[in-house]
């Protein structure tokens, strides 16, 4: 007679002992494959030595102040309180513990998605945001042509500060553009025409042979026209992160952004 407490061609249970190997095999397998996906990416990301008394980013450590930036401190609003951390990088530049307080990196992304970054000078900030001049055949011109959102990175390390800006980019006026290129020097005035920005050169040779032939058809205390394709971009700020190393990691972040109504609010961050 068949037992009905399970069908009849039930398998009898596995014995413990059983089990327990086939987990250990599971187990063994899967260790096995581990190893190999790690031994594949040790070939294909080879680990580079360094050599011996070669720097070592990974040793590299600054410790930071322990006076840190607090609510009660900041203006009203973030181009005030850009203004004051600003004159006071200024300030050290002068003292010569800062190189070009004014140099900031400006990240962009092209139409396809890809960002990109590089250093550029600001010459202008006020109430309506932060501006620089470029060449408008550029790559990062031809970026904001795209997609007008734009970053911008102040990096302060001396006094381990930074200011990191989100905003929208626009060109300047042509009459504002003017007046700033009457201020550059001749020798910058010359350069805005002969770099083809962002363009593939032959040479060093080519660029300064253009850099010459406009310095002999413009000599000094001739004035240079502005070029059609050299601007201005103006970036208004929808945030404004001001950044202060602290001891531990345990840095200050605070934070404005701008609210839908046109205000101002502050969030303190977890550094």
């Not at 014995?15 to 294909?44: E, G, K, M």
């Not at 139409?111 to 202008?124: C, D, F, I, N, W």
């Not at 795209?146 to 911008?152: E, K, S, T, Y």
């Not at 934070?255 to 109504?261: I, V």
């Amino acid at each position: 007679m068949t037992d009905r407490s399970q069908p009849a061609d039930a398998t009898p249970d596995a014995t413990p002992d059983a089990a327990r190997q086939d987990r250990a095999a599971d187990s063994t397998a899967a260790a096995a494959a581990a190893a190999d996906a790690a031994a594949i990416d040790a070939a294909a990301h080879p680990a580079v030595a360094v050599p011996p008394g070669a720097a070592d980013p990974a040793e590299m450590r600054a410790h930071y102040r322990a006076e840190g930036l607090a609510e009660a401190d900041l203006a009203p609003g973030p181009m005030e309180q850009f203004g004051r951390w600003f004159e006071e990088a200024a300030h050290v530049a002068e003292q010569g513990g800062l190189y070009e307080p004014n140099a900031m990196v400006v990240s962009t992304v092209d139409a396809e998605g890809r960002p990109s970054s590089r250093t550029v000078l600001l010459k202008q900030y006020d109430e309506r945001g932060f501006v620089f001049y470029t060449n408008y055949t550029s790559r990062k011109a031809h970026d904001l042509a795209a997609n007008p959102r734009i970053g911008l990175l102040f990096p302060w390390h001396p006094m381990a500060r930074q200011v990191v800006v989100t905003g929208t980019a626009t060109r300047t006026g042509r009459d504002e553009t003017a007046a700033y290129f009457r201020t550059r020097p001749h020798g910058s005035q010359l350069g805005a025409w002969a770099s083809e920005q962002s363009s593939v050169v032959a040479s060093r040779a080519e660029l300064d042979r253009a850099y010459e032939d406009l310095a002999t058809r413009y000599p000094e205390g001739e004035a240079v026209p502005v070029p059609p394709h050299w601007g201005g971009f103006r970036i208004a700020p929808r945030t404004v992160e001001f950044w202060q190393g602290r001891e531990n990691r345990l840095h200050d972040r605070l934070r404005y952004t701008r609210t839908p109504a046109g205000a101002w609010r502050v969030e303190r961050f977890y550094p």
